[in-house]
């Protein structure tokens, strides 16, 4: 073999193990979007197929004329730092990324290349943008609205259990958005007489300990959303399982795996929604021109099956609002 076609392979193969979105910028062709969800592949890989469905409906066509990185952060926030500067490192066009650790870890990465958040908790309360109507910066998307529907949600817990006087609360203690909304449903849940418990959880390693001190001190469980309890959903399912305890959560993806109930907003409708700040960017808007929008469709899902498994009759009228029963 030649010197020149020897160089040819090897440039070949060197260039077939760089990332796509770098290959695509390398040729010049294809914007790219790096897609940062919390979890893992294996748990959340549904999660963008809203988003991709409604670039589609936009003319955006993967693998024809866009490309996609999809990217996960594993429960940790060191690793969405990782991804969020790799992403900048190979010049994506659009960071698109699903709750605010991962969002703030973009939007530490650069302020150049636009970002849309999805399924943030308090954007504004967070710093991560100016205000909803005009968000500044290279940064918007779509809120969740986790903390103004807490008092919702304890609602539903008093109507599923009306002897509800002591309510524990775990979420991510290193988590801004996190800290907001326990500070918002301790005020709450005090209002309306309950006890509230809240040992600090940092680490997967925490949950465990927490669940210790719950034993005959409490009657019902607050799961917080957040990058880490969503990584560990099914530990914490199990653990409230074994202690007996009912649990509230912002999210079916808990209920799917044994939780008990969930009231909140529609994470598809949401992605979905991302496609179109998605496909004004990539027409040339800018992402300080577009205001932070809110969630439309709110769900409450059921899990019958835990239910029983905890000797707890759901009421008919609360059966009767559900989005979703799951037996």
Not at 131 to 137: F, I, T, V
Not at 226 to 233: F, G
Not at 240 to 249: F, G, I, V
């Amino acid at each position: 073999m030649s010197s020149r076609r020897k160089f040819i392979t090897l440039l070949g193969g060197a260039a077939a193990g760089w990332p796509l979105a770098a290959r695509a910028q390398q040729a010049g062709k294809l914007p790219v979007i790096g897609f940062l969800g919390p979890a893992t592949a294996a748990t959340q890989s549904q999660w963008a197929v809203p988003m991709v469905r409604r670039l589609r409906e936009l003319n955006w066509i993967e693998g024809r004329n866009i490309v996609i990185e999809y990217r996960w952060a594993e429960g940790r926030a060191e690793r969405a730092a990782e991804v969020a500067s790799e992403f900048v490192r190979s010049r994506v066009d659009v960071i698109v990324t699903i709750g605010t650790p991962t969002t703030t870890a973009a939007k530490a990465a650069t302020s150049l290349i636009p970002i849309v958040f999805c399924s943030v908790s308090g954007p504004v309360e967070t710093g991560l943008v100016a205000s909803l109507a005009r968000p500044g910066g290279n940064i918007t998307g779509l809120s969740n609205q986790m903390a103004d529907t807490g008092g919702k949600r304890l609602e539903i817990l008093r109507e599923l259990i009306p002897h509800l006087r002591r309510l524990a609360t775990i979420g991510n203690a290193t988590n801004p958005a996190a800290t907001v909304e326990m500070a918002q449903i301790r005020a709450q849940a005090q209002g309306l007489g309950l006890t509230v418990i809240s040992p600090e959880i940092r680490q997967a390693e925490d949950f465990a300990t927490a669940f210790e001190s719950f034993k005959g001190q409490v009657d019902a469980l607050y799961v917080q959303t957040d990058l880490l309890t969503i990584s560990n959903r099914i530990r914490i399912n199990t653990l409230a399982l074994e202690a007996r305890l009912p649990t509230m959560h912002g999210i079916r993806d808990f209920v799917e795996l044994g939780g008990l109930v969930s009231y909140g907003h529609n994470i598809a409708d949401l992605l979905r929604r991302a496609g179109d700040y998605v496909d004004k960017i990539l027409r040339g808007a800018k992402p300080s021109d577009l205001p932070v929008e809110q969630p439309t469709k709110f769900d409450l899902v059921l899990n019958l099956t835990t239910a029983r498994a905890l000797g707890l009759t759901v009421p008919p009228s609360l059966l009767a609002r559900a989005d979703e029963v799951i037996e």
